[in-house]
């Protein structure tokens, strides 16, 4: 009942008060109780040397009576505390953006928190007891993956893992998850695996979308180069394994400069969009149409089984797109160029047949007459025609019929002839003036080529020494000549140092007045090699001049131990100047690159009188190109050296 109660009295001489700490005397135990709701929850001990008074007691009880009290009270604040914390907890999880969901180990769900319903859109009772490994919930695709990462999980106790994966919405939408999962199985209050999930879909969209640009042309939505490559890979690979063959269309568009120059850019674009539907329209599902670049397309062709079946497609497309595009009111006709080059073996690399069909495609444009040219020879439907081609070079080259033109080369600030390139002309007796991209890569595949280059060696060489000691007005006694060595002839330079000597000579021209051009893919083909072979013709005192440079891709460091004398900067570059940022940058780099070298710098294909103005602003020292003169044979050209300076740069082009 709470009173105090007397338990015991302690013996006068029983050692107890040392034990206590007590004076002598006879001593008495009381018990406070304390109870706690009724119960005992414990005592408090009073020992007192005399009796209790019974006012004495009731204090005492009251202290107890107090005691029990505050221990109740803090009891209860435990509690209070104990429940709040765990109050918080389950709305953390209940609330939480998250879901949180409790798997046994057989993969049945326990528990799932309410975001369940926001994320997949059921309720939070419709999951449990089920697997989470069923569909139509986790995606069929998915679900061995995640089971693996769930199974090595469940081995490991505190162990955590993380996967992605897509659930089914109640609405039937898949949507992607985030999932971390940690192995909780050891804690008795939790026991199981606790997954924490949460909805990345939208991410994943986004993410798919910036892959998709990076592999797609924003404008015509076509796949972009780095596509096309990797899927023309693909097909490379595909193809070993399969008797069938794989063909790369290259095309372009003949006049797209001039629609986009004189209707603007946006009917350029326009343009471009319509080629672009037009194309697919006459592909299959299987096959790819790329924007490579400007006016640039390639269409990867599989399952081909023989090269008309590719010249068929090549055809088809050209026949799409002959029919006008109308622009607002006009009707606009473009020409295309289609060059087509097979893979048969798969050994081939995607460079490869791309740089093939870019061949063929330059033939296509140089012979005018063909829409498009197939590049293999062997499997090449064209093969008789070059055949025939092959047999009356061979006679042409015994009959004379190769000629030597030559184009003059200026210096920009004073418009002076400094020298001259000399470019070789076929007239064919049936087919008229044949240019050399179309023969010289027979020739070069025939092993006609090193014959012709000595023969037009020789021919300059004579010319450039006739043309010096008539001294010209117009021109300097220093007047150069530049002649175009091929790969085959760079690749025996035994033969090229003894054809040139022997030339130097016979003719008494001064070495240094003699220019032999290489082009700088030529050289970039073996350059530690060709690093050595420049020097040997450098030690004849001959110059050298790198053609085409800033299409092949130069290495710097090789660049400097070039021994050479100039830079050529490609008229593909010269074209773009002031119109591309591009080009004008790459135009500008050369030319300062050229100075950092010492090496004097010749601009090719100048037509317009801008291009010339841009160039003499670079510091350019000497151009070529349509705009001053074409390539003219002998006599004409020794009747523009005659003309007053300043005035062979009108009325030739
Ligand atoms: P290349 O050495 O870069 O020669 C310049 C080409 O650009 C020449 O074409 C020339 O006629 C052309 N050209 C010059 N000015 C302009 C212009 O303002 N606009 C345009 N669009 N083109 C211009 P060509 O004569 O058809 O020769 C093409 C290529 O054939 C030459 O390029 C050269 O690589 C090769 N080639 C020509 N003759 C010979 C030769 O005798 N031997 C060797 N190995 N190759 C030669
Ligand atoms: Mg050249
Ligand atoms: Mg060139």
Redesign the pocket.
Same mark, same amino acid.
């Given at each position: 009942e709470g009173r105090v109660v007397e338990a015991t009295r302690l013996p006068k001489e029983g050692g107890s008060e040392a034990l206590l700490g007590f004076g002598p005397g006879t001593h008495t135990v009381f018990l406070v109780p304390l109870l706690v709701q009724a119960r005992l929850r414990g005592v408090v001990l009073v020992l007192i040397g005399s009796d209790l008074s019974e006012d004495r007691k009731a204090i005492l009880e009251a202290l107890g009576r107090e005691i029990a009290l505050a221990l109740e009270s803090a009891a209860l604040a435990e509690e209070v505390h104990r429940r709040k914390s765990e109050e918080r907890f389950r709305s953390l999880v209940q609330n939480s953006s998250d879901v949180v969901a409790v798997v046994g180990v057989d993969g049945v769900t326990h528990y799932v928190s309410p975001a369940v319903e926001r994320i997949l859109g059921y309720k939070p009772q419709d999951a449990i007891d089920h697997s989470v490994f069923m569909p139509p919930i986790m995606h069929p695709e998915d679900i061995d993956r995640v089971r693996r990462v769930f199974a090595g999980l469940i081995g490991s106790p505190g162990a955590s893992a993380t996967a992605y994966f897509r659930l089914r919405h109640a609405d039937g939408r898949w949507i992607h998850v985030e999932a971390i999962a940690k192995n909780l199985l050891y804690d008795p209050s939790i026991d199981g695996i606790v997954v924490n999930y949460r909805d990345i879909t939208e991410r994943k969209t986004f993410e798919e979308q910036l892959r998709y640009q990076a592999f797609h042309d924003p404008l015509t939505d076509l796949p972009n180069r780095a596509l096309f490559i990797d899927r023309l890979r693909h097909a490379l690979v595909r193809l070993k394994r399969r008797k069938k063959l794989v063909a790369v269309l290259f095309l372009d568009l003949d006049n797209f400069k001039l629609v986009n120059d004189s209707l603007g850019h946006e009917a350029g674009d326009m343009l471009l969009v319509s080629v672009a539907q037009r194309l697919q329209g006459c592909l299959r599902a299987e096959d790819t149409a790329a924007r490579f670049g400007g006016d640039e397309f390639t269409i990867l062709l599989e399952d081909v089984t023989h090269t008309g079946d590719a010249v068929r497609v090549a055809n088809q497309i050209t026949r799409a797109l002959k029919a006008p595009f109308a622009f607002e009111g006009r009707e606009v006709f473009i020409n295309t160029s289609i060059g087509i080059a097979l893979s048969t073996s798969g050994r081939e690399r995607p460079t490869d047949l791309l740089r093939n069909a870019d061949a063929a495609l330059y033939r296509a444009k140089a012979s005018g007459k063909a829409a498009c040219e197939v590049f293999d020879a062997a499997m090449n439907t064209l093969a008789l025609e070059r055949l025939d081609l092959e047999a009356d070079l061979r006679r042409a080259i015994e009959r004379g019929e190769l000629a030597?033109h030559y *184009?003059p080369q200026l210096e920009l600030l004073t418009g002076r002839i400094a020298g001259w390139?000399? #470019?070789?002309r076929w007239m064919h007796p049936e087919r008229g003036l044949i =240019? =050399? =991209?179309t023969f #010289?890569s027979i020739a070069e595949e025939r092993g006609l080529?090193t014959q012709? &280059?000595n023969l037009?060696l020789e021919e300059a060489c004579h010319q450039a020494k006739e043309w010096q000691e008539e001294r010209h007005p117009a021109a300097a006694t220093s007047l150069k000549m530049s002649?175009?060595?091929?790969a085959r002839?760079l690749q025996r330079p035994d033969e090229l140092v003894r054809e040139v000597v022997r030339v130097l000579e016979e003719t008494g021209l001064a070495p240094d007045t003699l220019v032999l051009?290489i082009?700088e893919s030529m050289i970039m083909e073996d350059a530690e090699y060709n690093v050595d072979v420049l020097g040997r013709l450098k030690d004849l005192g001959v110059r050298v001049a790198v053609?085409?440079f800033g299409t092949g891709y130069s290495n710097l460091a090789y660049l400097k131990r070039f021994p050479m004398d100039m830079l050529?900067v490609d008229?593909s570059f010269v074209n773009g100047l002031g119109e591309n940022p591009e080009d004008t940058a790459i135009v500008e780099a050369v030319i300062s690159l050229a100075r950092a070298l010492g090496l004097t710098t010749v601009a090719? &294909?100048?037509?317009t009188t801008e291009q010339l103005e841009r160039l003499r602003e670079l510091g350019c020292e000497l151009g *070529? &190109?349509?705009?001053f003169s074409?390539?003219l044979p002998a006599y004409e050209a020794s009747a523009l050296l005659l003309a007053p300076s300043g005035h062979h740069a009108k009325g030739r082009r």
């Open positions: 030597v *184009q390139e000399a #470019l070789v =240019p =050399p =991209p #010289l080529i012709i &280059g037009v002649v175009n060595i091929s002839q051009e082009t053609d085409d050529k008229k090719e &294909g100048i037509e *070529q &190109g349509y705009y074409r390539a």
